[in-house]
């Protein structure tokens, strides 16, 4: 096999809904700061109950369902994932067994919000090399659990969830060349800081300067790498950091007018590795992007790191 590709797409949210009105009651902001500043309306907080590795495991069952395959023809899992409080097993582990994977290889990925982009290009790689020849991709976070609720410059950002993919070898390349990398100049931009109940801390002008300074060029590259120019692409799918980004960077970037272009984060917030996954398939569930159209995904987090391709809609 020569490629692979995205075969088919699962996600999941918890059932709570926070507004911007029931933020506004726990620090000092509003609704009309947070949708200005950031253009996120509503974001879905977990249950304290609901872990991980439950919002993995419910985005990955569906993402399997959806592809026709029996768990046992999975031969790699893996969760992009930050906010995991198990280290060992990995959540990957715990998803395999619950879904009744019985012998993948199964390992975490932690790349801040690039997690699930960078985990795709390991699955593409592997199964391209023969490693495996079905794998699950699955970013998901619980941000709730390292937010600080009393600080009203992050906790307005952050939201929960998970996405999954279905990634199968093929005749075709339908998961482009990756286009990836790190500025450790700016390592400490985006963290998660304290040792025993660490939250989430970063310097916001510092990564918006950044980010829409660098990632018009990283698309460009991610474009060329898969033989396209972003006029060709029928969808843009980058990290749900903020509205405001996402209309800077794809502003710069030269679209078709019929490019469509993932907004979840007005409704999700910022879900880090969840968010492309998460957008990639609400985008796909309401059939906004043709079978087989090439959609961009990019993401950009902790690290600062980044990581995108060009796939095949699924
Ligand atoms: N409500 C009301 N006022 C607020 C709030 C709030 N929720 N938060 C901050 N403010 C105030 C600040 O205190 C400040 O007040 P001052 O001028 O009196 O000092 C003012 O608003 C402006 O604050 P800034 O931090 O300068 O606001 P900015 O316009 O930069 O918006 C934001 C902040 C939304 C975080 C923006 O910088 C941003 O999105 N940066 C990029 C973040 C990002 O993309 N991260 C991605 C990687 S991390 C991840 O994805 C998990």
Not at 44 to 59: G, H, K
Not at 171 to 182: L, R
Request: hydrophobic share 45%; net charge negative; proline share 4%.
């Amino acid at each position: 096999m020569s490629g692979s590709r995205i075969t088919a797409l699962g996600h999941y949210q918890p059932a709570r809904v926070l507004t911007n009105d029931d933020l506004a009651g726990l620090v000092d902001t509003s609704d009309e700061w947070i949708r200005r500043r950031t253009g996120i309306a509503t974001r879905r907080i977990a249950a304290p109950d609901e872990s991980v590795t439950d919002l993995a495991t419910a985005a990955a069952g569906k993402a399997l369902a959806a592809s026709g395959l029996q768990p046992s023809d999975i031969g790699l899992v893996t969760v992009a994932t930050c906010t995991a409080m198990d280290r060992c097993p990995s959540t990957a582990a715990q998803v395999a067994a619950r879904l009744g994977i019985p012998s993948a290889v199964a390992y975490d990925l932690n790349n801040g919000c690039a997690g699930f982009t960078t985990a795709l290009a390991g699955a593409d790689h592997a199964v391209r090399a023969g490693a495996a020849r079905h794998a699950l991709v699955i970013g998901a976070e619980k941000m709730s659990d390292v937010t600080d609720w009393s600080d009203r410059s992050t906790c307005v950002l952050l939201g929960d969830g998970a996405g999954a993919a279905v990634v199968s070898a093929d005749e075709q390349a339908g998961i482009g060349p990756v286009a990836w990398g790190s500025d450790p100049t700016r390592g400490n931009a985006v963290r998660l800081q304290g040792d025993w109940h660490p939250h989430f801390a970063q310097e916001g002008q510092t990564v918006f300067r950044w980010v829409t300074a660098h990632l018009p060029e990283i698309a460009r590259d991610a474009c060329a790498r898969a033989g396209l120019t972003p006029a060709d692409l029928a969808g843009v799918v980058t990290h749900q950091a903020n509205l405001r980004i996402i209309e800077a960077v794809v502003r710069q970037l030269g679209l078709s007018e019929d490019t469509v272009i993932a907004t979840d984060v007005v409704d999700s917030g910022n879900t880090s590795a969840a968010s492309v996954p998460l957008a990639l398939s609400k985008l796909t569930e309401r059939r906004e992007v043709p079978a087989g159209a090439p959609v961009l995904l990019l993401a950009f987090g902790g690290g600062l790191s980044w990581a995108g391709q060009v796939v095949a809609c699924p």
